[in-house]
């Protein structure tokens, strides 16, 4: 079982930027790709980006690339979401994910858990 807890979400100008941070419970974080999902009100969960379990390979949607930049640290249990140049259409509640399966990242029912969510707003 993993738990997953994030934080960093905020309200912020367009422009600006916002640091999303996931911790998990456990000692087996290495063993899990993590993922990074999105949902604004009134659509559907969307892909954000994901890691690999070593941290060498990652996805990103192309509304995002470029802009934000996943990362994880093994040894302190969490993935990492910097968001910078952040636009309104970004606005959401941000959520990790874990998988232990193989790396399919941009299948949100392929991910073994979730976190809570944060929600994060972008204003013009």
């Known amino acids: 079982q993993v738990q997953l807890v994030e934080s960093g979400g905020g309200l912020v100008q367009a422009g600006g930027s916002l640091r999303l941070s996931c911790a998990a419970s456990?000692?087996?974080?290495?063993?899990?790709?993590m993922g990074w999902f999105r949902q604004a009100p009134g659509k559907e969960r969307e892909f954000v980006a994901a890691?690999?379990?070593?941290?060498?390979?990652?996805d990103y949607a192309d509304s995002v690339k470029g802009r934000f930049t996943i990362s994880r640290d093994n040894a302190k249990n969490t993935v990492y979401l910097q968001m910078d140049s952040l636009k309104p259409e970004d606005t959401a509640i941000y959520y990790c994910?874990?998988?232990?399966?193989?790396?399919?990242?941009?299948?949100?029912?392929?991910?073994?858990?979730w976190g809570q969510g944060t929600q994060v707003t972008a204003s013009s």
């Open positions: 994910a874990a998988k232990s399966a193989g790396w399919t990242p941009r299948e949100a029912g392929r991910y073994d858990y």
């Open positions: 456990g000692r087996t974080f290495s063993s899990y790709h």
């Open positions: 890691i690999s379990r070593s941290g060498g390979i990652t």
